[in-house]
């Protein structure tokens, strides 16, 4: 019975320290809220941008396979000199007709959202709203919180 009432003893103890350096506050019970790591906090655009890269050396490779065909059926030479404005001009016009419509519609929403458009202040108001109706249900004074 001594070794239990010093282990409560010994806990209650440990446990005061603990309060004690964390200047007396408890931490709120649930997930932890700290900032995700690098790769997890930008794995979408990671995994986009690795996407990409893999498409566009992709469109380099079949490309520079038929300029290459192409140059030989002719009894040509390849010449890097003619297929790099080539593939650059293809790359541009994939991305004009693809990735800079795409673009801009996700960091256009994103950027005029941010700005705060008509959309998303509607959408605040009606979250606003909400939460007065919640907080009136409850008898709570809405705007004396």
Do not use: C
């Amino acid at each position: 019975m001594a070794g239990s009432s010093t282990t409560a003893g010994t806990r209650a103890a440990g446990d005061g320290e603990k309060k004690g350096s964390r200047g007396g506050r408890r931490r709120p019970d649930g997930p932890p809220f700290r900032k995700p790591g690098w790769p997890k906090a930008y794995s979408f655009a990671l995994v986009t941008g690795a996407f990409f890269l893999l498409s566009w050396i992709g469109q380099f490779i079949f490309q520079l396979v038929v300029e290459s065909n192409e140059a030989s059926q002719h009894g040509q030479s390849f010449a890097w000199s003619e297929f790099l404005p080539q593939f650059f001009a293809s790359t541009l016009e994939n991305w004009q007709s693809e990735f800079l419509q795409l673009i801009w519609q996700a960091a256009g929403l994103a950027l005029f959202y941010h700005w705060g458009s008509s959309q998303s202040r509607e959408s605040d108001e009606r979250i606003e709203a909400k939460l007065d109706a919640l907080l009136r249900d409850r008898n709570l004074d809405p705007q004396n919180p």
